[in-house]
């Protein structure tokens, strides 16, 4: 994986200062308007920023795009958690958008204003990079979510590896077609008796083989207790089968904010080791 030196210094640096204590919280938040062409509306977004260190240079972060999860909104994670801190400690931007109350990040065929596979994956991002000091690369971008998001991050970058280089999923619904949680998805993808191969083709159980050599960072965690337990067993025995590298654990928790708001960090700590190896790969 080649990188510009100049990128490569900005990435070391940053990671660096993970290191350092900082005593206050001067991340900023913001809460903007991504259009979409696709779609034909308006969502609204939380941006998260971290506080820029005072050291003159054009100073340059990678991204976690964090998913919500079913019934949802772009809202939640800043309503449970406090992001700011989480951006300072860690030197990176924090974009929450929105993927509908159910639309299960993907393009559904049966409805015009449900494509959000294409509006994060493309619109999101362009967006971000457009108007963000970003580190405007796929190494630099990772995607994480929670049980609809968690399914979501993982189907996303197995469509789109030449945007995101890391994923991680939270008690992430990890088959569409798991009876326990089709929430919704008779509306975008029709019913299952009648397009069971349109629902195995936007699950992430059916979909990881698409990274096979990509040498892309994974990671999955789901609590002992949760319904989706069983699902993200399946894919990591998967992961196993493919050869393809990845993180998984188990913790003590079920299907709640308690046991998410915990498990962020966690993945927050992979994205910046992942980073760290990049621009260091020595």
């Given at each position: 994986?080649?990188?510009?030196?100049?990128?490569?210094?900005?990435?070391?640096?940053?990671?660096?200062?993970?290191?350092?204590?900082?005593?206050?919280?001067?991340?900023?938040?913001?809460?903007?308007?991504?259009?979409s062409k696709n779609m034909n509306k308006d969502l609204k977004a939380v941006i998260v920023k971290p506080d820029r260190p005072d050291t003159g240079a054009a100073l340059r972060y990678p991204v976690l795009y964090l998913l919500h999860g079913w019934s949802g909104s772009y809202r939640d994670w800043s309503k449970h958690i406090d992001l700011q801190p989480l951006a300072d400690k860690y030197q990176l931007i924090i974009v929450c958008p929105d993927g509908g109350y159910a639309g299960w990040y993907l393009d559904s065929p049966l409805k015009k204003d449900s494509q959000y596979e294409t509006y994060i994956a493309r619109e999101v991002v362009i967006y971000i990079d457009d108007n963000y000091p970003t580190l405007?690369?796929?190494?630099?971008?990772?995607?994480?979510?929670?049980?609809?998001?968690?399914?979501?991050?993982?189907?996303?970058?197995?469509?789109?590896?030449?945007?995101?280089?890391?994923?991680?999923?939270?008690?992430?619904?990890?088959?569409l077609d798991d009876?326990?949680?089709?929430?919704?998805?008779?509306?975008?993808?029709?019913?299952?008796?009648?397009?069971?191969?349109?629902?195995?083709?936007?699950?992430?159980?059916?979909?990881?083989y698409k990274l096979r050599n990509k040498n892309k960072a994974l990671l999955f965690d789901c609590g002992s207790g949760d319904f989706c337990l069983n699902g993200n067993r399946k894919i990591h025995h998967k992961l196993l089968d493919l050869g393809i590298a990845h993180e998984y654990y188990e913790r003590p928790g079920g299907h709640k904010w308690e046991y998410w708001t915990n498990a962020?960090?966690?993945?927050?700590?992979?994205?910046?080791?992942?980073?760290?190896?990049?621009?260091n790969p020595n």
């Amino acid at each position: 994986m080649y990188m510009h030196i100049t990128k490569c210094f900005i990435s070391i640096t940053f990671l660096l200062s993970l290191f350092f204590f900082r005593p206050v919280s001067a991340a900023s938040i913001d809460t903007v308007i991504i259009s979409s062409k696709n779609m034909n509306k308006d969502l609204k977004a939380v941006i998260v920023k971290p506080d820029r260190p005072d050291t003159g240079a054009a100073l340059r972060y990678p991204v976690l795009y964090l998913l919500h999860g079913w019934s949802g909104s772009y809202r939640d994670w800043s309503k449970h958690i406090d992001l700011q801190p989480l951006a300072d400690k860690y030197q990176l931007i924090i974009v929450c958008p929105d993927g509908g109350y159910a639309g299960w990040y993907l393009d559904s065929p049966l409805k015009k204003d449900s494509q959000y596979e294409t509006y994060i994956a493309r619109e999101v991002v362009i967006y971000i990079d457009d108007n963000y000091p970003t580190l405007a690369d796929p190494v630099h971008r990772a995607i994480c979510g929670l049980s609809m998001g968690g399914h979501g991050a993982i189907s996303l970058i197995c469509k789109y590896p030449q945007v995101f280089g890391a994923a991680g999923s939270m008690s992430g619904v990890m088959t569409l077609d798991d009876p326990n949680r089709r929430a919704g998805l008779h509306e975008v993808l029709g019913s299952f008796e009648n397009n069971q191969i349109l629902w195995e083709m936007n699950s992430s159980l059916y979909l990881v083989y698409k990274l096979r050599n990509k040498n892309k960072a994974l990671l999955f965690d789901c609590g002992s207790g949760d319904f989706c337990l069983n699902g993200n067993r399946k894919i990591h025995h998967k992961l196993l089968d493919l050869g393809i590298a990845h993180e998984y654990y188990e913790r003590p928790g079920g299907h709640k904010w308690e046991y998410w708001t915990n498990a962020l960090e966690y993945h927050l700590l992979f994205f910046s080791k992942y980073w760290l190896s990049t621009a260091n790969p020595n």
